[in-house]
């Protein structure tokens, strides 16, 4: 079997027994409880999207590794074609589920760990390429959802790992077996790690000499032992506790962005799953190709996915009250297009500058620069974005009663008489509660922050622009002497 259906996957999720934590008590079954269901639901939607054959290019690619039809998150780029149809399919699953791909950060580490485990072969003549295509080519014959852990819980952050007080804040080595390694520790703000079949582990950041033991890179089973997940917890998350019909809710099938704190507390992993232990050196170059991949989607892509929907939903927030032909909210949805447009132009650009890296490992990541402005780009501009739906919603986004309110036989006609507008009360309080969803919501921090936060961004620019050359070229047509 080289393609999961949805169907399939969800029986998988029902075999699942991971240790899950979430809003105060244990999840014995991820599909019972309302929370963890709907980050299972949208992951099932993403197997469904590959079974459907107008969006085969998108989903599927062929595995270099057997020729295999492949699920794409599951692909290791060759070309740039590759690149570009990854992108695509993180636009396409954006505007799907309006949440996380949650196979998407374990794509694009599994292409860092790609290129990195090559280069470390050739460089050090360890088998570490070896055992990652081993595990791939299980993954994808087994159409495996695998999530990408790279955030350390990282304690003080103006310490090292080994200078922190509490060591679990990163990631590391406890002992090394004939057998394996046992590692221990906490990845936070895991996406979808609950209802992965694995997780792909990478270290958080560059590394030094002395800090070989959080030096690893390592893929981990669901449901390993000693292996806990803590799940975020939030006013959305109650709400959908608390509501019964999900029907009422802002993204009612598949919920917010549900990530998951995830505690190692001493994992054993097979030697065969092991892809980097202790060779500090690399541990940087596989985070930035990670981040290579990761920004181009993730901010270039994704996001732009999520603004399409919430520009769906402003327009017909702004038809429902009669305002769609005033002139000021024509400019103001102009803006939410020309925001997420211009980060999807990056996006496109990062694939089509895409490169074999490092040469000769058939490996093809996006071009750094243009991921990071794709990334950059759509952190300032979703909130340009999510602040034009609230200004166009009105402030019924927030000040909506309760969907279920409307049949009730006292309060519902009053309700109905109060904000029937240009279409009645029950589809403007429906669209108002989808941008609830995106405006009062999660999203913006949310889109701040993953794919790593702008600073990181504004970093790589400072690395990777030429500025003398600017400089050389501003004097040249001045006349000016070098
Ligand atoms: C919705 C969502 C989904 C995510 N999914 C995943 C996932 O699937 N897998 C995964 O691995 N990660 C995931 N992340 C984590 C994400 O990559 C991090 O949130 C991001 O890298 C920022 O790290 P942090 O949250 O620890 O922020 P912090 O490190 O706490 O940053 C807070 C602020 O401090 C600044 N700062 C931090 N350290 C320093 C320093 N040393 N020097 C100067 N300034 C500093 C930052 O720039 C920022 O302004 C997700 C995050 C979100 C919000």
């Known amino acids: 079997m080289a393609l999961k259906t949805a169907q399939q996957y969800l029986d998988d999720m029902e075999k699942l027994v991971p240790r899950v934590y979430c809003g105060g008590k244990w999840v014995k079954n991820l599909l019972e409880n309302p929370v963890t269901r709907s980050m299972v639901m949208a992951n099932s939607m993403i ?19 057997t020729g295999e039809p492949i699920n794409r998150n599951l692909n290791v780029a060759r070309n740039i074609h590759d690149l570009d149809m990854r992108q695509e399919m993180a636009l396409l699953t954006s505007q799907s589920v309006g949440t996380c791909n949650y196979r998407c950060v374990g794509c694009d580490a599994l292409n860092s760990v790609a290129a990195t485990t090559w280069e470390m072969d050739r460089d050090l003549g360890t088998q570490y390429e070896a055992n990652f295509n081993k595990w791939l080519a299980y993954a994808q014959a087994n159409d495996l959802a695998v999530s990408g852990a790279i955030t350390d819980a990282k304690g003080d952050r103006r310490k090292r790992p080994s200078q922190q007080e509490e060591v679990d804040t990163f990631v590391h080595l406890v002992e090394k077996r004939p057998d394996g390694i046992v590692v221990r520790g ?37 449901s390993a032992p000693g292996l806990t997940y803590i799940c975020q917890y939030n006013a959305y998350s109650a709400e959908r506790e608390a509501c019964g019909d999900v029907c009422e809710l802002g993204n009612p099938l598949y ?83 020309r925001f997420s447009e ?10 089509m500058r895409g490169r074999e890296e490092p040469k000769g490992s058939g490996v093809y990541l996006p071009d750094d620069l243009f991921g990071n402005a794709a990334k950059l780009n ?20 927030v000040t909506m009663p309760r ?14 008489k109060a904000f029937g507008a240009a279409a009645p009360a029950d589809k403007r309080m429906k669209v108002a509660k989808f941008l609830q969803h995106w405006s009062a919501g999660l999203h913006g921090p949310g889109t701040w922050h993953g794919a790593g936060a702008p600073q990181t961004q504004r970093f790589m620019f400072t690395v990777l622009t030429d500025f003398d050359a600017k400089k050389k070229m501003a004097k040249k047509l001045m006349q000016m002497e070098d």
Request: net charge negative.
């Open 47 to 65: 197997y469904a999207l590959a079974e459907d054959p107008k969006n085969k290019e998108v989903m599927v690619a062929t595995s270099h590794l």
């Open 186 to 222: 906490i990845k936070v703000s895991q996406s979808g790690a609950i209802g992965s079949h694995e997780t792909l582990v990478l270290p958080g950041g560059a590394l030094r000499e002395g800090e070989e033991k959080f030096a690893l890179a390592f893929a981990v089973q669901n």
């Open 255 to 337: 919920g917010q962005r549900e990530t998951s704190t995830m505690v190692f507390d001493n994992v054993f992993i097979p030697w065969e799953r092991v892809f980097l232990c202790g060779e500090t050196k690399y541990c940087g170059r596989m985070v930035t190709r990670f981040a290579k991949a990761h920004r181009m989607n993730c901010g270039g892509a994704c996001k732009v996915g999520f603004a399409d929907l919430i520009i769906g939903g402003t327009m017909l927030a702004a038809e429902y009250i009669g305002v769609e032909k005033v002139p000021h909210i024509q400019e103001k949805i102009i803006d939410m297009v």
């Open 342 to 351: 211009t980060s999807h132009a990056c996006a496109i650009a990062a694939a």
């Open 378 to 397: 759509i952190a300032h501009g979703f909130w340009e974005i999510i602040k034009n739906a609230g200004d166009i919603g009105g402030g019924l986004v």
């Open 403 to 416: 969907m279920k309110d409307l049949d009730d036989p006292e309060v519902g006609p009053m309700l109905k």
